[in-house]
């Protein structure tokens, strides 16, 4: 697992926006590292409330991380969690002019047993890793990419 940034004065500026009807939720997790959730809305509006897999985006910011061991230390964190473990596919995407790599899993957790599509992306920039982590279910993933897109697009590293 990562550890945790312990210089809480050198926290990244950025900006990102919920797509419409989402709801924004920033804290530090338990290794002080920034995370901002974004929630689809809840009943009628999320797109297929029965499958029990409300659909998310978060992005969690890592202090002095290289994206490499990051992102191989999460596909292994990811397999162990997981009853079924599927990679569906991977490239790059240049996001606020920042080269990204990502990867698409279809995953069923052992604490949950819900079958769920995830795309993780990372993004080095200046000492931080950026890692966004869209999930929802396998059968409406398509659904939510121009979502996704929107939130990913959004997304700016903001200068002192």
Known sequence: MVTACKDFSNKPKFSISAPFGWTRTDSIDERGDTVVRLKSPLGVASINPSK???????????????????????????????????????????????????FEINVKYKSSMLLCTQRHYFLPKDGFVYTFICTCSKEDFEAIRSQVDEVLNSFKVLDD
């Open 52 to 102: 029990n897999v409300r659909e998310t985006i978060a992005l969690l910011v890592m202090h002095d991380r290289n994206s490499d061991p990051q992102r191989l230390s999460v596909l292994k964190n990811l397999k162990g969690r997981a009853i079924f473990f599927e990679q569906t596919g991977s490239g790059h995407k240049v996001i606020d002019g920042i080269s990204s790599y990502w």
